[in-house]
């Protein structure tokens, strides 16, 4: 029997209503799914839908119709405490605007996501500086968000999303916020990583030369899903646009 997707959404709605019979359909029956492994782009203008559907992958809210659904399990059907186990051990999220906390150190903000799970101070600690070591930050432990520049804030918050070995990272425009050669060192190395590790990398952007490293592309216009594109060589570009 074949095994579940890591990932898939099937036929999902979002609609959100603001005011007295104001609708707005923000998805309109999108499907898609993720492998494990799998490296995504999912692409599309500003009011395309791109932060609705991944609020809805990554468990943070849940669809007015359609399923999603991890190994099989439709998180509708899971309560608010297994909803936060999902996310804690299943999905490392990174953000366009970092999402340090200002105060807590670069090995403190990756150890926080470890403070739900067993395991001594030292472990969690030590975790952390493994994972900063990845990022190439083993040098930066000890600073604070605004004492790195927007390329180390970004490497932080990609270890942190790394610490608990999830098995899905989710990128939101991960390279938003950053210069043209920075943005690319970010996805040179979420890259390599997806590719040691083997964690299913899926990256929602508006660029297309962002999109474009991806094994695979899925367009997303106004709410559904207008095209997927796959490569036939899966082979990441380290090279400018």
Same mark, same amino acid.
Request: glycine content about 8%; hydrophobic content about 40%.
């Given at each position: 029997?074949?095994?579940?997707?890591?990932?898939?959404?099937?036929?999902?709605?979002?609609?959100?209503?603001?005011?007295?019979?104001?609708?707005?359909?923000?998805?309109?029956?999108?499907?898609?799914?993720?492998?494990?492994?799998?490296?995504?782009?999912?692409?599309?203008?500003?009011?395309?839908?791109?932060?609705?559907?991944? !609020?809805?992958?990554?468990?943070?809210?849940?669809?007015?119709?359609?399923?999603?659904?991890?190994?099989?399990?439709?998180?509708?059907? +899971?309560?608010?405490? *297994? +909803?936060?186990?999902?996310? !804690?051990?299943?999905?490392?999220?990174?953000?366009?605007?970092?999402?340090?906390?200002?105060?807590?150190?670069?090995?403190? !903000?990756?150890?926080?996501?470890?403070?739900?799970?067993?395991?001594? =101070?030292?472990?969690?600690?030590?975790?952390?500086?493994?994972?900063? *070591?990845? #990022?190439?930050?083993? @040098?930066?432990?000890? =600073?604070?968000?605004?004492?790195?520049?927007?390329?180390?804030?970004?490497?932080?918050?990609?270890?942190?999303?790394?610490?608990?070995?999830?098995?899905?990272?989710?990128? @939101?425009?991960?390279?938003? !916020?950053?210069?043209?050669?920075?943005?690319?060192?970010?996805?040179?190395?979420?890259?390599?990583? =997806?590719?040691?590790?083997?964690?299913?990398?899926? #990256?929602?952007?508006?660029?297309? =030369?962002?999109?474009?490293?991806?094994?695979?592309?899925?367009? +997303?216009?106004?709410?559904? #899903?207008?095209? *997927?594109?796959?490569?036939?060589?899966?082979?990441?570009?380290?090279?400018?646009?």
């Amino acid at each position: 029997m074949t095994a579940a997707p890591l990932l898939e959404a099937v036929d999902v709605e979002r609609i959100y209503r603001p005011g007295r019979d104001i609708e707005v359909h923000a998805l309109r029956g999108v499907t898609l799914s993720v492998e494990r492994g799998d490296h995504v782009a999912i692409r599309g203008s500003s009011g395309s839908g791109k932060s609705t559907l991944l !609020n809805l992958l990554g468990a943070l809210d849940r669809p007015t119709a359609g399923y999603v659904r991890y190994d099989g399990r439709d998180v509708r059907d +899971l309560s608010d405490p *297994e +909803l936060a186990e999902l996310r !804690n051990t299943t999905i490392g999220f990174v953000f366009q605007s970092f999402q340090l906390l200002p105060r807590l150190t670069a090995l403190d !903000n990756v150890a926080l996501p470890l403070i739900y799970r067993s395991g001594t =101070h030292r472990s969690r600690r030590d975790r952390a500086l493994a994972a900063l *070591e990845a #990022v190439g930050l083993s @040098d930066r432990v000890r =600073h604070r968000p605004s004492e790195l520049s927007g390329g180390q804030q970004q490497r932080v918050a990609i270890a942190r999303a790394l610490v608990t070995e999830p098995a899905l990272v989710l990128a @939101d425009e991960p390279t938003g !916020n950053l210069d043209t050669a920075t943005g690319l060192e970010i996805m040179a190395l979420l890259e390599d990583l =997806h590719e040691e590790q083997g964690t299913a990398l899926v #990256v929602i952007t508006h660029e297309q =030369h962002v999109a474009e490293r991806a094994r695979r592309q899925i367009e +997303l216009r106004d709410g559904e #899903v207008t095209g *997927e594109h796959v490569r036939v060589d899966p082979t990441p570009r380290r090279g400018a646009p």
